[in-house]
């Protein structure tokens, strides 16, 4: 079957960086992209970037640029998310999804559980 | 960037009912878009792709219809495990989510 596996939690630091992987199983990894979403304490889902897992092309949200970058590594099935220059902001649940028809822009059929990263002193 | 604005925030409705969620587009992305139902804790679960196509697994009562600016999702007849939070996605430019719509139990 099917599966994206986060690790639970991270505590970070302000102005630190956090890398959160996402082991995927149950299909070919390449078929298919790697999305990234988060969600702050009490609020919506906000698209971070995706990734394609074929060829390494990646799109990042604006409001992002520059402080985030989503890698993969083929040979263990397994998509990172880095953030730099954390901010309280940042705090959230960090989810990773896969597109749901393939490599571009999709829906997601299968989410991880989700890594929540807090970011305090 | 397209915005998407779902409607109403909050919905009150009882088992039985049948219910309507709208999202509205920006600009036009032709059939992109996807409804998801969220629980607390938990990853959102995928509902409808492309407007108003089914997933696999998610019961019949759920049906979602729309293209170009305007979508809905219905929900025919709420069971109790439907009371959670809705969104809808487009992904026609990149991606973006409404910012959801809570059902409760009235």
């Known amino acids: 079957q099917v599966q994206l596996v986060q690790p639970g939690a991270e505590v970070k630091k302000p102005g630190a960086s956090v890398k959160v992987s996402c082991k995927v199983s149950?299909?070919?990894?390449?078929?298919?992209?790697i999305h990234w979403v988060r969600q702050a304490p009490g609020q919506g889902l906000e698209w971070m970037g995706w990734i394609s897992a074929y060829n390494g092309n990646t799109n990042y949200a604006q409001k992002l640029q520059g402080r985030v970058t989503v890698t993969t590594d083929t040979s263990t099935s397994t998509a990172y998310m880095e953030l730099r220059s954390l901010r309280s902001d940042d705090t959230a649940v960090y989810y990773c999804?896969?597109?749901?028809?393939?490599?571009?822009?999709?829906?997601?059929?299968?989410w991880g559980q989700g890594t929540l990263v807090t970011v305090s002193s | 960037d397209i915005q998407m604005t779902q409607s109403p925030s909050t919905l009150s409705a009882s088992v039985g009912d049948r219910v309507t969620i709208t999202c509205r587009a920006s600009q036009s992305i032709s059939t992109w878009l996807a409804w998801y139902q969220q629980k607390p804790g938990k990853a959102p679960k995928l509902l409808i792709y492309?407007?108003?196509n089914l997933q696999s697994g998610v019961p019949s009562r759920f049906s979602g219809s729309g293209s170009g600016t305007e979508f809905t999702l219905t929900i025919s007849s709420l069971q109790p495990d439907d009371f959670a939070t809705y969104y809808c996605?487009?992904?026609?430019?990149?991606?973006?989510f409404g910012q959801g719509t809570k059902l409760e139990i009235k």
């Open positions: 999804a896969r597109g749901r028809g393939g490599d571009g822009y999709y829906s997601y059929d299968y």
């Open positions: 492309k407007a108003s």
């Open positions: 996605q487009q992904y026609n430019t990149y991606s973006t």
């Open positions: 149950g299909y070919t990894f390449i078929d298919h992209g």
